[in-house]
C-alpha cells in the first residue's frame, strides 16, 4: 500500500527550470533517506541528489549548482527544483525512498516511483 508518486515533469527549453515533487503515501513510520535517480536511453540509471531526514545532502557533479532537493518531512515529501537545464539532463527520473519504516508492523523498505520523463530541447 505505500508508494511514491511523482510529478512535474515534461518538456523545456534548455535553460529552462522544472521542479519535480514526489509524495509517499501509505503506513509509513519513517524515512531515513529520499532521493532522485535519473536514467537516459541507453545509459546506466544514476543517483542524482539525495537527501536525509537530517538534512544531509549529495549531488552528483554533474548537476551541482543547477539542481537543488529539498524535503518535507511532515509531508512525506521531496523536491527536485531543477534550473538551467541542459539536453543532457534529459532522462526518466525516479523517485526513491531508502529505509522506508512501514508502520504498525515496523518493516523497512526501499521503495521506488513509477518515473517521470523530462525531455529538455535545444
Known amino acids: 500500500q505505500v508508494q511514491l508518486v511523482e510529478s512535474g515533469g515534461g518538456l523545456v527549453q534548455a535553460g529552462g527550470s522544472l521542479r519535480l515533487s514526489c509524495a509517499a503515501s501509505?503506513?509509513?513510520?519513517?524515512?531515513?533517506?529520499m532521493g532522485w535517480y535519473r536514467q537516459a536511453p541507453g545509459k546506466q540509471r544514476e543517483l542524482v541528489a539525495s537527501?536525509?531526514?537530517?538534512?544531509?545532502?549529495k549531488y552528483v557533479d554533474s548537476v551541482k549548482g543547477r539542481f537543488t532537493i529539498s524535503r518535507d518531512n511532515a509531508k512525506n515529501t521531496v523536491y527536485l527544483q531543477m534550473n538551467s537545464l541542459k539536453p543532457e539532463d534529459t532522462a526518466v527520473y525516479y523517485c526513491?525512498?531508502?529505509?522506508?519504516?512501514?508502520?504498525?508492523?515496523?518493516?523497512?523498505?526501499?521503495?521506488w516511483g513509477q518515473g517521470t520523463l523530462v525531455t529538455v530541447s535545444s
Open positions: 526513491n525512498a531508502d529505509r522506508l519504516r512501514t508502520r504498525p508492523q515496523g518493516r523497512y523498505l526501499e521503495v
Open positions: 501509505g503506513s509509513i513510520f519513517s524515512i531515513n533517506a
Open positions: 537527501i536525509t531526514s537530517g538534512g544531509s545532502i
